[in-house]
């Protein structure tokens, strides 16, 4: 499969810490030209959650972008988003692609050798590489891999490897240069406060 160089991390946290109402932040991303998006609302509220995903699936299909899930195979399935992102400590893949079916997406972060050769066996589309740099926006518990941990993943993964974890603008060449087919990012696509113009910044610099 093919990914957009570009997989904007929509953080429903870091949407509400910056001022932005979480749907109105994945306008501004789609308006900016992301076609593949993550959702990512730690609450306990699952039928809030489950709302706003709906919501997001909407918005998204008319840009012919696609949302992925993080977490939630459950919510991802009845939201009939395109598919879920699932951690180490989350569902197994095998798991959530029996909830998720086989037409749709499964992601897994990998962060240490041992896992991304586990995920070699693993029914899963795209594997995820990280922390590359050092990152407050989400405790993977782990200490930044660097590039040479995105290098290795793609040499050793035979699908497509996202990187993510304190990439920016100026970064994200770098990463892709050392083998990621997509960089995912969170606060940098903020931090300017237009998202929008962010997300068509990085497309510019990506090549799409």
């Given at each position: 499969?093919?990914l957009?160089r570009l997989?904007?991390?929509?953080d429903?946290?870091?949407?509400?810490?910056?001022?932005?109402?979480?749907?109105?932040l994945?306008?501004?991303?789609?308006d900016?030209?992301?076609?593949?998006?993550?959702?990512r609302?730690?609450?306990?509220?699952?039928r809030?959650?489950?709302?706003?995903?709906?919501?997001?699936?909407?918005l998204?299909?008319?840009?012919?972008?696609?949302?992925?899930?993080?977490?939630r195979?459950?919510?991802?399935?009845?939201?009939?988003?395109?598919g879920v992102?699932?951690?180490?400590?989350?569902?197994?893949?095998?798991?959530?692609?029996?909830?998720?079916?086989?037409?749709?997406?499964?992601?897994?972060?990998?962060h240490?050798p041992?896992?991304?050769d586990?995920?070699?066996?693993?029914?899963?589309d795209?594997?995820?590489?990280?922390p590359?740099?050092d990152?407050?926006?989400?405790?993977t518990?782990?200490a930044?891999?660097g590039?040479?941990?995105?290098?290795?993943?793609?040499?050793r993964?035979q699908?497509?490897?996202?990187?993510?974890?304190?990439?920016t603008?100026?970064?994200?060449?770098a990463?892709?240069?050392?083998?990621?087919?997509?960089?995912?990012?969170?606060?940098?696509l903020?931090?300017?406060?237009d998202?929008?113009?962010?997300v068509?910044?990085?497309?510019?610099?990506?090549?799409?």
């Amino acid at each position: 499969m093919s990914l957009p160089r570009l997989y904007a991390v929509l953080d429903a946290g870091v949407a509400a810490a910056r001022g932005w109402d979480a749907l109105d932040l994945g306008r501004a991303f789609l308006d900016g030209g992301a076609r593949l998006i993550q959702l990512r609302a730690k609450s306990s509220d699952l039928r809030a959650v489950l709302t706003l995903a709906e919501s997001l699936v909407r918005l998204a299909e008319p840009a012919h972008a696609q949302v992925i899930v993080n977490d939630r195979a459950d919510v991802a399935r009845l939201a009939g988003a395109a598919g879920v992102h699932v951690g180490q400590d989350d569902l197994e893949p095998a798991d959530a692609r029996a909830i998720i079916g086989d037409s749709g997406l499964v992601g897994l972060s990998t962060h240490t050798p041992d896992q991304i050769d586990a995920a070699a066996a693993a029914p899963i589309d795209y594997l995820a590489i990280g922390p590359v740099f050092d990152t407050i926006t989400k405790d993977t518990g782990y200490a930044a891999v660097g590039l040479a941990r995105v290098r290795h993943a793609a040499e050793r993964s035979q699908r497509p490897v996202v990187a993510i974890g304190g990439i920016t603008l100026e970064t994200a060449p770098a990463v892709i240069a050392a083998g990621a087919s997509a960089v995912a990012v969170i606060s940098d696509l903020v931090a300017s406060g237009d998202p929008a113009a962010r997300v068509h910044e990085y497309l510019q610099c990506l090549g799409r």
